[in-house]
């Protein structure tokens, strides 16, 4: 069965980094791209970009070019996600989440528990 | 972007009853293979957004057929034929049709 496990909670302070990872098992990690969406507290949830394991090719949401980075480790099964020059707006539970993009799909159909990063002053 | 519109944004149901969502979209998601690029999520306390629906109306591995959804172009629904205590949460509709993907403000159903 397909899982998708992310590394645990982080406070920051404003203007450092934050690296969360997600640890794929279940399918072969190289065929289906990985999609990061984030949700602040009591808000709709909001799509950040994609990156495809097979090449490191990676797509991002305008509003977080330049401050975003997605990677991936093809030998652990593992995508990252690294967020930089992080403010309060930035508090949000960071989830990864796979694409289905078989033919007649294109849904992010699995989804990792989340990680919450907390950013303070 | 697509603007994504769900109402109501809270309904409270009483088991055995029925529950319908809408999800108006700002431009047609409905791709050249004659696919719609929307997906019907629900969201539980504390968890991850769990796949009901896609493409508009596929119900998804696992998930009951009290739930269904229908639609096209800039207009879906998702039903549920009788509600249970289970599907208490928060309800969303995506579209995937271009990026960047966009989520509705969520439907809060209450039992």
């Known amino acids: 069965q397909v899982h998708l496990v992310q590394s645990g909670a982080e406070v920051k302070k404003h203007g450092a980094s934050v690296t969360i990872s997600c640890k794929t098992s279940g399918y072969t990690f190289t065929e289906f791209f990985m999609h990061w969406v984030r949700q602040a507290p009591g808000q709709r949830p909001e799509w950040m970009g994609w990156v495809n394991p097979a090449n490191g090719d990676t797509g991002y949401s305008v509003k977080f070019q330049g401050r975003i980075s997605f990677t991936r480790d093809t030998s652990a099964n593992t995508a990252y996600m690294g967020l930089y020059r992080l403010t309060a707006e930035d508090t949000a539970v960071y989830f990864c989440?796979?694409?289905?993009?078989?033919?007649?799909?294109?849904?992010?159909?699995?989804w990792g528990q989340g990680t919450l990063v907390t950013v303070s002053s | 972007d697509i603007v994504m519109s769900q109402s109501p944004l809270s309904l409270a149901v009483t088991p055995g009853e029925p529950a319908s969502i809408s999800c108006r979209t700002s431009q047609s998601l409905l791709y050249s293979n004659g696919d719609n690029y929307l997906h019907w999520y629900l969201q539980k306390p504390g968890q991850s957004p769990q796949l009901l629906v896609y493409?508009?109306?596929n119900r998804a591995l696992g998930v009951p057929d009290r739930f269904s959804g229908s639609g096209s172009g800039t207009y879906f629904t998702l039903e549920i034929s009788r509600v249970e205590a289970e599907d208490v949460g928060v309800y969303y509709c995506?579209?995937?049709?271009?990026?960047?993907?966009?989520f509705g403000q969520g439907t809060k159903l209450e039992i």
């Open positions: 989440a796979r694409i289905n993009a078989l033919p007649h799909r294109y849904d992010l159909d699995y």
């Open positions: 995506m579209h995937t049709v271009e990026t960047p993907y966009t």
């Open positions: 493409l508009g109306s």
